[in-house]
């Protein structure tokens, strides 16, 4: 344990101000059996203390094995390297005369096939139409802190020629850019046969990359991508943003949407509607902002209230000002909220409990997407009732992202706090550690999500399909049907073989049902996907005759 703390300390004394150049050679190829594949080859040289640890992929958004996509792993150098297991099966570790050069190879694969769906996504995406590498999915790299700069050096070789290139460090067959490992990491690399656009928005471009066919039009999804961004950078007066690149892809199952480096990868259904589209697009540019220059302390479950649920918040908002969503239908989405955070089976779990499972389980992966948006309209109010409506969650959340902005600064509760006027921080204080820390229930008030409204309780039950559905779709075998559930009672067995299945996700209300195979025949079970206790949910009413501009 010493040893490795001296060996830190003595790192972080010799790293020279010049930032290492990390540089990545990928060569589009094809293996034996004729699948596309990439061979990278990465060039750096060994640490001044004479000694470097090389990671591979591994683990990263649920896979814990990303390593499995390498093989043919050589790392050579000159006569005065030598290269030994690392602490792990995916580390390496490399002795040699200081600045000695040292080449990394290897060969990537895809190793999944099927339909482009989460969480596979997640893993490398090589194949004939496109190839969508994540740093954190597909680079090896020295093993450095989140925050060290590198200078990084990317060569794209043996491309078809109708192919199109675009990274978070900028488009074409050659890249270079001062950046840190964590940006690294979360830089996106996307290269096949792209639909290509351009717009500008606030000063500075965005580069569109869609590929399949939808069902809106490439020229409204440009124009929808264009009204957003431009209205997000306003947001944080960013004049100074990169270039962001927004690459649409068909994915099955739903909409998701992930933030990367100067750049966003939209994963849809090519049924998907514009408008549920354009709100997930708008949750993930504000990342760009909430997400990646303002970056939450670990554990990774612990703040998801700031960086998931007050980008969902902003998300809403921001729809709604784009034109996309009515303000009835912005209230509708606040209420939806309010339902899934208040019939949310681990609605009361504490930071620790959310620390442990955040990726475990499902229930607990959505949880801080609620609770952060209940929170943001509790903050707002509580604010603005401090300072006489001159300081806003928009103003706290702005000056937190300036008080950050170019350090290496992780916020934590007290650093968010510290954004805020003096008056409003121990309130502020208070707030965080009770909802968050310790799990107790954010009040719905009447005018934390705008004014002339009025809050309602009403009986709710939680959204509960009775059984496992993500393990029956994916082996078309219905399992763990839970005794007493709503399927159970609708008389769904483990064991029957399913032919087709329809349901609205999170809505109790609607009907769901299956199609099962019994014999020659096929027969349809229906049932309300809801659990047996109900909760008494606020929700938020306008009120007639008055209008926000005039409360009364
Ligand atoms: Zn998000």
Redesign the pocket.
């Known amino acids: 344990m010493l040893n490795v703390v001296v060996a830190a300390a003595l790192a972080s004394t010799l790293a020279a101000p010049r930032p290492d150049t990390l540089r990545y050679e990928m060569a589009f190829a094809r293996d034996d059996s004729a699948r596309r594949v990439v061979d990278v080859r990465l060039r750096l040289r060994v640490a001044a203390s004479g000694r470097s640890v090389v990671e591979l992929p591994h683990a990263w958004a649920g896979h814990s094995d990303l390593e499995k996509q390498i093989s043919n792993l050589e790392i050579v150098g000159d006569r005065s390297v030598t290269v030994s297991d690392g602490d792990s099966a995916f580390a390496r570790s490399i002795t040699g005369r200081p600045g000695a050069p040292v080449e990394v190879r290897y060969r990537l694969r895809q190793d999944w096939s099927g339909a482009v769906r989460r969480p596979e996504y997640f893993r490398a995406i090589i194949g004939d139409p496109y190839v969508l590498l994540v740093g954190q999915s597909s680079l090896a790299r020295p093993r450095y802190g989140d925050g060290d700069s590198v200078v990084v050096d990317f060569a794209w070789k043996n491309a078809p020629r109708s192919w199109r290139i675009e990274t978070s460090f900028g488009g074409g067959s050659a890249q270079r850019a001062r950046t840190t490992i964590g940006e690294l990491l979360e830089g996106v690399f996307v290269a096949g046969e792209f639909r290509a656009y351009s717009a500008p928005a606030y000063g500075r471009s965005i580069r569109m990359l869609v590929t399949g066919r939808w069902g809106f039009s490439d020229s409204a999804l440009v124009a929808g991508t264009r009204t957003i961004v431009e209205r997000e950078r306003a947001f944080w007066r960013d004049r100074a943003a990169r270039q962001l690149l927004v690459v649409t892809v068909p994915s099955s199952g739903g909409i998701g949407?992930?933030?990367y480096t100067n750049g966003l990868v939209m994963y849809a259904d090519t049924t998907s509607q514009l408008p549920a589209f354009m709100r997930l697009l708008a949750?993930?540019t504000?990342?760009q902002w909430n997400?990646h220059t303002i970056r939450t302390a670990g554990p990774e479950g612990g703040m998801k209230w700031l960086?998931?649920g007050f980008?969902?918040y902003f998300a809403d908002r921001f729809a709604r000002d784009a034109g996309l969503l009515s303000a009835e239908g912005y209230l509708e989405k606040v209420n939806e909220n309010i339902r899934h955070y208040y019939t949310s089976p681990v609605r009361n779990a504490t930071r620790e409990d959310l620390n442990r499972r955040y990726w475990s389980d499902p229930d607990m992966n959505r949880y801080p997407?609620y609770q952060g948006y209940l929170i943001a309209g509790f903050v707002d109010r509580e604010l603005r009732r401090a300072t006489q409506g001159r300081f806003t969650v928009d103003s706290l959340l702005f000056l937190l992202y300036r008080g950050v902005r170019g350090t290496n600064r992780l916020v934590d509760d007290a650093l968010f706090v510290s954004a805020a006027p003096q008056a409003a921080r121990s309130a502020l204080r208070d707030s965080i550690a009770s909802f968050v820390v310790e799990g107790r229930t954010v009040p719905v008030v009447a005018d934390s999500f705008g004014g002339c409204t009025v809050v309602r309780t009403s009986e709710m039950y939680p959204f509960d399909l009775g059984f496992d559905a993500n393990a029956s779709t994916r082996s078309r075998v219905v399992s763990g049907v839970r005794a007493g559930s709503s399927a159970d009672s609708a008389g769904i067995k483990d064991g029957m073989r399913l032919r087709g299945w329809s349901w609205f996700n999170g809505d109790p209300t609607r009907s769901a049902s299956i199609r099962v195979i019994e014999g020659d025949s096929i027969r349809t079970i229906a049932w309300l996907p809801r659990g047996n206790a109900s909760f008494t949910v606020p929700q938020i009413e306008s009120r007639p005759e008055c209008s926000p501009s005039r409360p009364s």
């Open positions: 949407g992930t933030a949750h993930e504000f990342h997400g960086s998931e980008t969902e997407y």
